[in-house]
Each structure stands twice: as structure tokens, then as C-alpha cells.
């Protein structure tokens, strides 16, 4: 199994900062990256496919970055609603793995 | 819009199966990728496996032998069956649907609002 690696396990931040998540994959796995957010109760929302494509209705200030094992997800102005815990998930093989989490709370 | 909904027993005891079903509206089951997906509570997401409506399957290692995914066109929903679960299998599972027709991209768009499952005596 291809095995993926977040950091940092958690992140606190103000409205308005810029924050950057990274994900790293235990082998190459070209674009084939995936973010979620998860918000507390509710199931896992698709962010980004293929390691930069915002998923239609996703805001701007979401963006992601990365090639091979080593990904980045940033959010460029924080909202009040993405204080979130976010995921990245592999799709390069089965079985399909995801990162254990970032938490991302308000300072 | 695609909607999924989860449905099954919330209490499972120790080496008994755990059975869910996954009803889908506002969209055919056919010509999609039909996953399952759990957390246990307070943890990460884990695969658990993916089912084609033309019957292919896919399952997680650290599972497969003990999971079984299948497909009922007719009612428009799908199955998770595991068996000889233990306390470790307690966990939220979601059914989720691929967003790509017809291959498995693995970018899961559609998930059910997910079922907590305890397993327990």
C-alpha cells in the first residue's frame, strides 16, 4: 500500500492567513492527489483532483500544488468556514489511501 | 443531484456480519464506480472497497477476505457485507459514488451523510 504522509497533524491560524498543508507519498505517484475537507459531523467534501484541479463551486482561494510524492494544499485567504480538518487521498492504486489528517482550528 | 443514503443496523455484535445498503436517487447506478468508506471515530478515512454496476470489484487488502460488495440494479442500490467483525471495525461507513463515468478515477464526489456502526456485545 502506498502510504501518505500530512503534515502538520494539525494548524491553528487567524481569518485572512495564508496556510499551506503538505501531503507526501511514500512512492511516486504523479498527480494522482486528491484533498478533501471534512467538517465536524458531516462526510468528506471533494476539494481538488489530480493534484491541482479545483472541483467545480470550490472558492479560488483554494489551490494545489505538487507532482510525485510530495503535494500542497494552500489556502490562500482563510474564511471562517474552512476551519476544517482536511484530507489527502492517493489515487494512483488500489487500495486507494488517504493521509491521516490535518486540523486546521482558529487561533 | 445525485443523493445517497446509508442504511442498516447501528449495533453489530462481535463476529456476527455487519450489512449496510446504499440507496441512491436522482441518478442511475449504472456506468459508475460504487465505493464504500469508514472512520472509525476520531480517526482517518479508510478504503474499504469499490463494486461496478457490470460487476467489477475491488477490494482492501487488510479486508478482503472478509468483505463482500454488490450491486442491485434493479433497486437502484448497493451492499456492504463484513463478516466476523470486531471492535475495530466500529466505525462511521459512507457509501460514495466516483465522480468519472464508466473507469474508476478514485476522486470521490457523492457520499452518503455516513451511518455509525458499533460493534459490540
Known amino acids: 500500500d502506498i502510504q501518505m504522509t500530512q503534515s502538520p497533524s494539525s494548524l491553528s491560524a487567524s481569518v485572512g492567513d495564508r496556510v499551506s498543508i503538505t501531503c507526501r507519498a511514500s512512492q511516486s505517484i504523479s498527480t494522482y492527489l486528491n484533498w478533501y475537507q471534512q467538517r465536524p459531523g458531516k462526510a468528506p467534501k471533494l476539494l481538488i483532483y489530480?493534484?491541482?484541479t479545483l472541483q467545480s463551486g470550490v472558492p479560488s482561494r483554494f489551490s494545489g500544488s505538487g507532482s510525485g510524492t510530495d503535494f500542497i494544499l494552500t489556502i490562500s485567504s482563510l474564511q471562517s468556514e474552512d476551519f476544517a480538518t482536511y484530507y489527502c487521498?492517493?489515487?494512483?492504486?488500489?487500495?486507494?489511501?488517504f493521509g491521516q489528517g490535518t486540523k486546521l482550528e482558529i487561533k | 443531484q445525485v443523493q445517497l443514503q446509508e442504511s442498516g443496523p447501528g449495533l453489530v455484535k462481535p463476529s456476527a456480519t455487519l450489512s449496510l445498503t446504499c440507496s441512491v436517487s436522482?441518478?442511475?447506478?449504472?456506468?459508475?464506480?460504487w465505493s464504500w468508506i469508514r472512520q472509525p471515530p476520531g480517526k482517518g478515512l479508510e478504503w474499504i472497497g469499490y463494486?461496478?454496476?457490470?460487476?467489477?470489484?475491488n477490494y482492501n487488502p487488510s479486508l478482503k477476505s472478509r468483505v463482500t460488495i454488490s450491486i442491485d440494479t434493479s433497486e437502484n442500490q448497493f451492499s456492504l457485507h463484513l463478516s466476523a467483525v470486531t471492535t475495530a471495525d466500529t466505525a462511521v461507513y459512507y457509501c460514495?459514488?466516483?465522480?468519472?463515468?464508466?473507469?474508476?478515477?478514485?476522486?470521490?464526489?457523492?457520499w452518503g451523510q455516513g451511518t455509525l456502526v458499533t460493534v459490540s456485545s
Open positions: 460514495t459514488r466516483d465522480w468519472a463515468t464508466g473507469y474508476s478515477s478514485g476522486w470521490y464526489y457523492f
Open positions: 489530480a493534484a491541482s
Open positions: 463494486m461496478y454496476f457490470g460487476g467489477t470489484t
Open positions: 436522482g441518478g442511475s447506478i449504472s456506468g459508475y464506480y
Open positions: 487521498q492517493q489515487s494512483y492504486s488500489i487500495p486507494h489511501t
